[in-house]
């Protein structure tokens, strides 16, 4: 087993457009809703000056339309097997008698009979400028590999000689399509996906494909995987060099990175892109970076909680789906007008995706919500183009902040009308500032005492208002932002381990804040804090699991956010025994790092991890006297990259004496031996009510490396860390 060393990287392999924070007492933002950490930021001037640019824009135009629209299909993600449910969409499986083989040869012909008649680059730009959209990405190349431009690498191409549509003077259609666009001054970018299922140096035919990676070992078949690089590099350039100004490379497949040996030399690629297309915004998605130059959060669920730390843009879809469906339903303009509130208030721009059907009309119900959206932003654009993030993104759940560049404006969006009046506590008005709603000329009377902002808001001035304000309301605000209370800091002074767990009968912590003035209001309970809390004036200790939580207040500021830190109480063990020996071939750990509480990291190597080689973890744990117990974890890595499975499921058992063992429970999980993600797994036994003095705890081992693994036969891996016992 071959060591790869793996940096910051946790690989989602999401169904690339697709469809299938808690805050901390004293952590750093890491982004841990979107699983990103802090990613480089490219200081290059020219990328800076783009990035600049992307941030003006805002809202954007994606589109996903290719042979797969002839069917209301899930665009690729029916080409694996195993994804069952992306084959519901359209009548095309069941029409098939739900055979697959039949599924995906008839769908590897789509080409053959994609014909798009109505087709009009003009209707397309239109409906985006009529939306009030600056940019526009097109899916050039999916998952399957059909080309939506003119490529010479491959006939699987709108353009080639099989498809009926490649005598139409619009055949190419990303070429008219950005031509289209740039002349109502849009910028323009290609969706690209690095993956090509279509490509006999991808998926070699030679070998099954069970999944959405590479069906080979790259490092046995160095010359095949040469070939698909060369490929990839070739397309890429025909997009730089044959279409004019281009703005950004959009590559979806998280799979196609280093560490799961699928290097596609992005440095090669990157050289060449910008020396054709100087400035170039790369988007690669999900492999942190210089050349993940913003992040793509994708669709409405994954919104992050707070802004990130670099630029980011919200993917998301109008319709039911990336791709046509047939029969779709359309999201209201006022919904997405929420979400695009939301997504700039948090330092984002949102692209928002229509799949035309295979006719290449987009549809009328579209169109209305687009048009919609462009009619709010005509009279409330001013809040959202060109503004930058506010100290503070948000005031309740209703009321979003925005502001200028230059921070002398304030935007206060408001997702419903305030009544009579507006009250905001997180900025400062300047002493003569106008304050004035959006769409109105009227001047708002207003006052400000005690921190609080008060706007006078007459009702008749809402009848005033054009018909299309009526979605979402936006006051501009001279000011600057109000101070606020940092975070409660957690600290423990009872022992040195992190105080996340804790050994002994008591732990004790101290509670601090940065203002010195500012008074500390906690509760042991999970409760919200308020000014009827418990005023912290002295060192607190517990002897239980607690949930802690604090907020500062103090005059003439604004309350601190409320801090959170669960400290878990765990059963110091007294001995662990092992039936089967780990390996030390990587590390020299010891039984210690099983209950050290320092957990591993995403690198097997780094001395936190047992690893056993063939071998089923088989561990008696002695916790010295019979204590009542109420729950037990273990934490597994999965690294398919370096034959590391985490098991199917871990059982658990208990003993009074050591000898005969009672099962109390399993925890099962269906995981595929394929999936590439890396990352650690906990299995999580709760809710026991036993009393007992020896735990004994089962995880098997795969044993050997499944087919079509690129160790297939060799030996599988099963490393762990952290037994906790509450």
């Known amino acids: 087993m071959r060591s790869i060393i793996i940096w910051i990287i946790l690989i989602f392999c999401l169904l690339g457009c697709n469809e299938k924070h808690n805050s901390s007492l004293n952590e750093k933002e890491n982004n841990s809703s979107l699983n990103f950490d802090r990613l480089e930021i490219d200081d290059d001037p020219k990328i800076v000056e783009s990035l600049e640019k992307f941030q003006d824009r805002k809202f954007g135009f994606f589109v996903h339309w290719g042979i797969y629209s002839q069917w209301g299909a899930v665009a690729s993600w029916p080409l694996i097997e195993k994804f069952e449910d992306t084959r519901d969409y359209g009548p095309a499986f069941a029409e098939r008698d739900h055979d697959f083989k039949r599924y995906f040869t008839d769908y590897y012909n789509l080409n053959k009979t994609f014909n798009p008649q109505k087709f009009d680059p003009e209707q397309w730009a239109d409906a985006a400028e009529s939306a009030g959209m600056k940019y526009f990405i097109m899916v050039t190349k999916h998952h399957d590999g059909f080309c939506m431009f003119d490529t010479k690498q491959t006939g699987f191409s709108i353009t080639g000689q099989d498809c009926p549509y490649h005598t139409n003077p619009n055949a190419n259609v990303t070429k008219v399509l950005f031509d289209a666009f740039r002349k109502k001054g849009f910028s323009v970018g290609t969706y690209f996906s690095k993956p090509d299922w279509s490509n006999k140096d991808y998926w070699a035919p030679e070998f099954p494909h069970p999944d959405h990676s590479v069906n080979y070992d790259t490092r046995k078949y160095p010359e095949k995987w040469n070939n698909f690089k060369d490929f990839t590099y070739n397309q890429i350039q025909e997009l730089m060099t044959e279409y004019g100004p281009i703005d950004i490379l959009w590559l979806d497949g998280a799979q196609v990175t280093p560490v799961a040996n699928q290097d596609i030399d992005m440095d090669r690629i990157a050289k060449m892109a910008r020396k054709s297309q100087p400035g170039l915004l790369i988007v690669d998605r999900l492999a942190e970076g210089k050349y993940e130059n913003y992040l793509t959060p994708e669709n409405f669920h994954s919104m992050p909680d707070k802004p990130l730390s670099k630029p980011w843009e919200l993917n998301a879809s109008l319709g039911n789906g990336w791709s046509h469906r047939i029969n779709d339903v359309f999201k209201p303009s006022k919904e997405i007008i929420d979400v695009l509130i939301e997504t700039v208030a948090k330092g984002g721009n949102l692209l928002l995706d229509v799949g035309p059907p295979a006719s290449g009309k987009i549809p009328a119900d579209a169109l209305k919500s687009m048009k919609e959206i462009g009619d709010w932003l005509k009279i409330n654009g001013e809040g959202i183009y060109k503004t930058r993030r506010f100290d503070y993104f948000k005031e309740n759940d209703h009321v979003y902040y925005t502001k200028s560049k230059d921070g002398k404006t304030i935007y206060a969006l408001c997702l419903a009308w305030p009544n009579d009046?507006?009250?905001?506590?997180?900025?400062?008005?300047?002493?003569?500032?106008?304050?004035?709603?959006?769409?109105?000329?009227?001047?708002?009377?207003?006052?400000?005492?005690?921190?609080?902002?008060?706007?006078?808001?007459?009702?008749?001035?809402?009848?005033?208002?054009?018909?299309?304000?009526?979605?979402?309301?936006?006051?501009?605000?001279?000011?600057?932002?109000?101070?606020?209370?940092?975070?409660?800091?957690?600290?423990?002074?009872?022992?040195?381990?992190?105080?996340?767990?804790?050994?002994?009968?008591?732990?004790?912590?101290?509670?601090?804040?940065?203002?010195?003035?500012?008074?500390?209001?906690?509760?042991?309970?999970?409760?919200?804090?308020?000014?009827?809390?418990?005023?912290?004036?002295?060192?607190?200790?517990?002897?239980?699991?607690?949930?802690?939580?604090?907020?500062?207040?103090?005059?003439?500021?604004?309350?601190?956010?409320?801090?959170?830190?669960?400290?878990?109480?765990?059963?110091?063990?007294?001995?662990?025994?092992?039936?089967?020996?780990?390996?030390?071939?990587?590390?020299?750990?010891?039984?210690?790092?099983?209950?050290?509480?320092?957990?591993?990291?995403?690198?097997?190597?780094?001395?936190?991890?047992?690893?056993?080689?063939?071998?089923?973890?088989?561990?008696?744990?002695?916790?010295?006297?019979?204590?009542?117990?109420?729950?037990?974890?273990?934490?597994?890595?999965?690294?398919?990259?370096?034959?590391?499975?985490?098991?199917?499921?871990?059982?658990?058992?208990?003993?009074?004496?050591?000898?005969?063992?009672?099962?109390?429970?399993?925890?099962?999980?269906?995981?595929?031996?394929?999936?590439?993600?890396?990352?650690?797994?906990?299995?999580?036994?709760?809710?026991?009510?036993?009393?007992?003095?020896?735990?004994?705890?089962?995880?098997?081992?795969?044993?050997?490396?499944?087919?079509?693994?690129?160790?297939?036969?060799?030996?599988?891996?099963?490393?762990?860390?952290?037994?906790?016992?509450?």
């Not at 992190?498 to 509670?511: A, H, I, R």
């Not at 060192?539 to 409320?562: E, G, H, M, R």
């Not at 590439?676 to 009393?691: E, P």
């Open 421 to 726: 009046s507006l009250k905001l506590t997180k900025l400062i008005p300047n002493k003569n500032s106008k304050i004035q709603l959006l769409g109105s000329d009227r001047e708002l009377e207003w006052k400000f005492n005690d921190g609080v902002l008060k706007i006078d808001i007459p009702e008749k001035i809402k009848n005033t208002l054009n018909h299309s304000s009526n979605q979402a309301y936006v006051f501009r605000i001279e000011g600057s932002a109000a101070k606020m209370l940092e975070e409660v800091v957690l600290k423990c002074v009872s022992a040195n381990k992190p105080d996340t767990y804790l050994f002994t009968n008591t732990y004790t912590f101290e509670l601090t804040t940065s203002t010195p003035d500012a008074q500390i209001y906690y509760t042991l309970d999970g409760t919200e804090p308020n000014e009827n809390s418990p005023v912290y004036n002295q060192k607190i200790s517990i002897n239980a699991t607690t949930v802690v939580k604090a907020i500062a207040k103090q005059k003439a500021y604004n309350n601190s956010p409320v801090s959170t830190r669960k400290l878990t109480k765990i059963k110091k063990l007294n001995q662990l025994s092992f039936i089967n020996k780990w390996n030390s071939q990587y590390s020299n750990a010891n039984a210690e790092v099983l209950y050290d509480l320092w957990q591993g990291t995403l690198d097997h190597t780094n001395g936190k991890w047992l690893g056993f080689e063939q071998k089923d973890f088989i561990g008696t744990v002695d916790l010295g006297k019979k204590i009542p117990i109420k729950k037990i974890s273990i934490g597994f890595l999965k690294n398919v990259y370096e034959s590391i499975f985490v098991p199917g499921s871990v059982n658990f058992y208990i003993s009074d004496d050591g000898e005969k063992f009672n099962a109390i429970g399993s925890v099962k999980y269906d995981i595929s031996p394929f999936e590439q993600a890396v990352y650690v797994k906990d299995y999580v036994l709760d809710s026991i009510s036993n009393s007992t003095r020896y735990i004994k705890i089962e995880a098997k081992n795969m044993g050997t490396c499944p087919h079509p693994h690129f160790n297939s036969g060799g030996k599988a891996w099963l490393y762990l860390d952290e037994i906790m016992i509450e």
